[in-house]
Nanobody, 116 residues
Framework: QAHLVESGGGLVQPGGSLRLSCTAS????????MAWYRQASGNQRELVAQ???????NYAEFVKGRFTISRDNAKNTMYLQMNSLKPEDTAVYYC??????????WGQGTQVTVSS
């Protein structure tokens, strides 16, 4: 059973920064495309960014130029550096490990609140 542990959420003022982390079991992490999703209250969960095992990245338009996804394969950890945060970035952020369509794992989520 995969176990994804997220950390780094919290309350930040508009324009501020946060870094999220997601650590997975080695057996899952090395085989996975890793991704961050978010879900704001009343909205559907949406893709924020994803990173392949080789480091290829993909970003949602609404975070391009502000967020950076990265992974440290030696630590089985993925990161999301979030800069220039806006109130509309407020959401629960989820870590996903995608091995195959039948083998997808989620973290428990971490709350990010952007407010003055």
């Amino acid at each position: 059973q995969a176990h994804l542990v997220e950390s780094g959420g919290g309350l930040v003022q508009p324009g501020g920064s946060l870094r999220l982390s997601c650590t997975a079991s080695e057996s899952i992490f090395r085989r996975s495309i890793m991704a961050w999703y978010r879900q704001a209250s009343g909205n559907q969960r949406e893709l924020v960014a994803q990173i392949g095992s080789g480091g290829t990245t993909n970003y949602a338009e609404f975070v391009k130029g502000r967020f950076t996804i990265s992974r440290d394969n030696a630590k089985n950890t993925m990161y999301l550096q979030m800069n220039s945060l806006k109130p509309e970035d407020t959401a629960v952020y989820y870590c996903q490990a995608f091995v195959a369509t039948w083998d997808v794992h989620w973290g428990q989520g971490t709350q990010v609140t952007v407010s003055s």
